[in-house]
């Protein structure tokens, strides 16, 4: 597949990895996601310009962009962690129900057409966008966290959303944290602590559902799991991300609000395009 690439071709893709890299290093760190919002847009049209077809295409993004967030997320909770905002009670009532989610997930996505992923994307993208961008958290379910069976059930709905979609969970677990209360930088660095534990299994679930389609996938693929694009925006994304994370605690509520809002709404709208116009 590759050899079907100009050089100047080549030069392209990498060099768009690499400023995804960036952006996606920022974006995890400020907001406490794993950056898939970033990576799996940039490694659709990357996928794309390789010649991977459209049905395989999107399953490629989400289990490569899942390998990507690991060091990610690993770099953005450690900045957190040093500004003691983590609340490391929730990580824990989060943790195996949200890998439970993340396996269901990943059963899910080896059997669904590429454009359901696409959709279910844009609905969760386009939900916590406009959560975000409205800026209305004195919408409340209560005022403290529910008991166990509720956080056990919303740790398994983010894990179940994550691996259809190719986040680390942090976009989600952070509005469910601002129903409750929580403040907005202890909810975003606690996201954080969430975005270690759900790509892990969900690698292995799409490397082994990838694993039947290897001659249709590019060089270097553990099933749908890229180690090109794993190694070209994974150092840079960790590296950026304590960056990000500092910036974060600089800011007000209010501009990290509209910064997430904002670009979550700009990235779901690019797949709904390639849902309707291909």
Request: glycine fraction near 14%.
């Amino acid at each position: 597949m590759l050899a079907a690439i100009s050089t100047h071709d080549i030069v392209f893709l990498v060099g768009a990895m690499l400023v995804g890299g960036v952006l996606t290093g920022l974006i995890a760190g400020m907001l406490g996601i794993g950056g898939g919002g970033v990576i799996v847009p940039v490694l659709y049209e990357v996928f794309g310009v390789m010649g991977v077809d459209d049905s395989l295409r999107m399953q490629l993004c989400v289990g490569t962009s899942l390998a990507i967030i690991i060091p990610t997320a690993i770099a953005s909770h450690n900045a957190h962690m040093k500004k003691g905002a983590v609340l490391p009670g929730v990580v824990r009532s989060w943790r195996l129900p949200a890998i439970v989610g993340i396996l269901t997930g990943s059963a899910i996505a080896a059997v669904v057409a590429g454009w359901v992923l696409q959709a279910v994307f844009v609905v969760v993208i386009s939900l916590l966008g406009l959560k975000s961008l409205l800026g209305r958290n004195d919408i409340r379910l209560a005022e403290h966290l529910p008991g166990p069976g509720a956080m056990r059930a919303y740790g398994f709905v983010i894990g179940l959303a994550s691996s259809l979609v190719g986040i680390s969970g942090g976009g989600i677990a952070t509005n469910i944290l601002l129903l409750y209360g929580v403040p907005i930088h202890a909810a975003v660095a606690t996201s954080a602590g969430i975005g270690i534990i759900i790509p892990i299994p969900g690698v292995i679930g799409y490397a082994i559902a990838g694993w039947p389609h290897l001659s249709e996938l590019p060089p270097f693929s553990l099933g749908y799991v890229s180690v090109i694009g794993f190694v070209c925006i994974a150092p840079v994304a960790a590296l950026v991300a304590p960056f990000g994370a500092r910036l974060a605690h600089r800011l007000g509520r209010r501009q990290l609000e509209i910064g997430f809002g904002l670009f979550l709404l700009l990235v779901a709208s690019r797949f709904l395009v390639a849902i309707i116009w291909g």
